[in-house]
């Protein structure tokens, strides 16, 4: 059989044979593709060039940024909280020092999960997972990179901290300064205590090198040296992997600790302050009148400043606010209180520089004296008969104060109680001083609208009345007699000193002013003073070794009536006051004391005054009173 050729005309169909697409396509269809095409191409295009324009950017501009930021993220910096500087005595004891204390940080970059991190420090740790997740989303919210979750750790906590530490991305410890106090709750008030900084506080702007989590000083030699004790905070920074765990340490700028403040307090002469005022309400006051330098300054009662940076539980706060007692408030340098007889001492010194009497003026006590429908009575009922100026002091008549008053007046009495330190601060650093009050005729009329009245100068004539002095005014008061006339400055800090020893500042005596009385007056005055320790009202404050110049004082609170009723309720006695200065030739140290409700000046405050001006010179056991 002949197989013929397929002509060319003809079609050969195979299987397998794909026709051209484009013999099937119409022109619309054709042309609609390469739109198509062309729009994908355009839009590759464009994606490419955006992601050309980006990559040039984050090189070129943002590269520094950029790199900055890689580098963070593998490196951590760890704050290195300074150490305080110590607080030391006149003698170089030292009465505040720090030790360790170790800190349960997070830094919230390496924290993955909030939530899982506290629950597993609530089981570790025994403590609130709600609390550690809240202390945490706070942080968060308010910027910070890192948060303290605990202070304090024990030395089980921290191990079992570093045991688990692969579990605990994020989670370091820190070792920070904790203040110790060497001698627990003494000069309580004088030193001060820490307190954590307030969100309030950092935002005021005025501590721009503090963070949250910091200590300050709160109260006393802490909060008004705070620029010098805090020191300089320093740096840690370290290299960290993907999961927060420290690889190494890459470089770091240790913290400068703060200066040292040496005071001018005797800590021997502070210690036995405080054990006279043991279970009592008052205050003691212990200067040199040579210079104003403060050898003891205490306040009753007590706390712990350990318990401050502790932290106080809401109940042991409530319990500090409502103790009745307010044992917070330094009566030393806050306490305002009528000075009582104490107060005759700038009597006499203003009537015999007034003219208003003489060593020789005598005036008649018959118990009281009358001033219109009124009567004005002396402590002593049946009166103390003729006295003059010395023996008026040493039995502290208080008719005879009563009449100088009438003789000088009111602004006279105001003129010479401010030229002893009355009625102003006495510009001690330390906390808020209150300025205690001198009264004069504009301040009545200011005050309650009303005029002076002469029952009202007899009041003050005898330091009752609207008079009110501190404890450290009244003790500025007695130096002020016993150096002849020169008022100072209470002084409290010696000098500053860096931790090498470098000393930074040294503060010498500062003057306020003089009495400019006549020095023939003033002798007379301290005469009489000396006289009233040898046998007057201020016997009990005798030493055999040393003569001692006083007054007593008590300061009437309540109404004879109540006080009669009430003699053995503590809150219906008057307070005892008792200023004195030893030796009488060339005084060392003056001494003022006050016990809220105590009763009697000179049974309560001299014996009180006795023991510090005791201990101050020798320290030995003293003969009995006589």
């Not at 170790?102 to 390496?110: G, H, K, P, R, V």
């Not at 006295?387 to 105001?414: K, Q």
């Not at 030796?583 to 009763?599: L, R, S, T």
């Amino acid at each position: 059989m002949k197989l013929s050729r397929p002509s060319a005309k003809s079609k050969l169909h195979y299987p397998f044979q794909e026709e051209p697409l484009g013999d099937h396509m119409s022109p619309d269809e054709y042309d609609r593709s390469r739109r198509v095409l062309s729009r994908v191409a355009l839009i590759l295009l464009v994606l490419f060039g955006v992601l050309f324009l980006r990559l040039w950017f984050l090189q070129l501009i943002k590269g520094d940024y950029l790199e900055k930021l890689s580098e963070y993220n593998r490196i951590r910096s760890q704050d290195l909280p300074p150490w305080r500087g110590m607080i030391l005595d006149r003698n170089g004891d030292i009465l505040v020092d720090n030790r360790p204390s170790f800190n349960l940080m997070a830094t919230l970059e390496d924290v993955p999960d909030l939530e899982l991190l506290g629950r597993r420090l609530g089981a570790l740790l025994q403590m609130e997972a709600d609390s550690i997740n809240s202390q945490l989303d706070r942080a968060r919210q308010s910027g910070l990179h890192q948060v303290r979750l605990k202070t304090h750790l024990t030395w089980r906590e921290m191990a079992l901290v570093e045991t688990y530490k692969a579990e605990l991305p994020g989670v370091f410890i820190l070792v920070a300064s904790k203040r110790e106090y060497r001698y627990p709750d003494l000069g309580c008030h004088l030193l001060g205590y820490l307190g954590e900084i307030s969100e309030v506080q950092l935002k005021s702007g005025r501590y721009a090198s503090y963070k949250m989590g910091d200590y300050l000083g709160r109260r006393g030699i802490e909060a008004a040296w705070e620029d010098y004790l805090r020191g300089e905070r320093g740096f840690r920074r370290i290299e960290v992997d993907a999961f927060g765990r420290e690889l190494g340490n890459v470089h770091q700028k240790l913290s400068t600790p703060g200066a040292n403040i040496y005071l001018t307090v005797d800590t021997r002469l502070q210690q036995e302050a405080e054990l006279c005022l043991q279970d009592k309400v008052g205050a003691i006051v212990a200067l040199n009148p040579q210079n104003g330098k403060i050898l003891a300054l205490a306040s009753s009662p007590t706390f712990s400043p350990e318990a401050f940076e502790r932290g106080l539980s809401l109940a042991e706060w409530q319990d500090l606010l409502k103790n009745q007692d307010h044992p917070l408030m330094n009566r030393a340098i806050i306490g305002q209180y009528p000075p009582g007889s104490t107060f005759k001492i700038v009597m006499a010194v203003a009537g015999l520089e007034e003219g208003v009497i003489t060593p020789q003026t005598y005036i008649h006590c018959r118990g009281y004296l009358a001033s219109g429908n009124h009567i004005f009575r002396c402590w002593k009922k049946r009166g103390h008969g003729s006295v003059n100026l010395h023996s008026a002091l040493v039995g502290s008549c208080d008719t005879y104060f009563y009449e100088v008053g009438r003789r000088l007046g009111i602004e006279r009495i105001a003129k010479w109680s401010r030229r002893f330190g009355l009625g102003t601060p006495t510009k001690l650093n330390l906390d808020r001083e209150k300025p205690g009050l001198v009264a004069s005729v504009a301040w009545k009329r200011q005050r309650f609208n009303a005029a002076w009245q002469e029952g009202d100068t007899f009041s003050v004539s005898i330091g009752q009345g609207y008079n009110l002095a501190t404890p450290l005014q009244m003790a500025c008061v007695a130096a002020t007699l016993a150096n002849g006339g020169t008022v100072y400055q209470p002084q409290l800090v010696e000098k500053v000193e860096s931790p090498a020893g470098e000393i930074l500042e040294r503060f010498q005596p500062v003057v306020q002013g003089r009495l400019d009385a006549s020095p023939a007056n003033i002798t007379l005055v301290q005469e009489a003073l000396a006289a009233v320790v040898r046998g007057g009202t201020g016997r009990r404050a005798w030493l055999p070794q040393v003569q001692v110049a006083g007054k007593t004082g008590t300061s009437q609170v309540v109404s004879l009536e109540k006080e009669k009723s009430g003699r053995h309720i503590r809150r219906f006695q008057n307070h005892a006051l008792f200023v004195a200065y030893a030796p009488v030739d060339y005084p060392q140290v003056a001494v003022a004391v006050i016990v809220e409700h105590g009763g009697q000046g000179g049974e309560v405050a001299a014996p009180l005054a006795r023991r510090v001006l005791a201990t101050y010179f020798s320290g030995s056991q003293v003969a009995a009173t006589p």
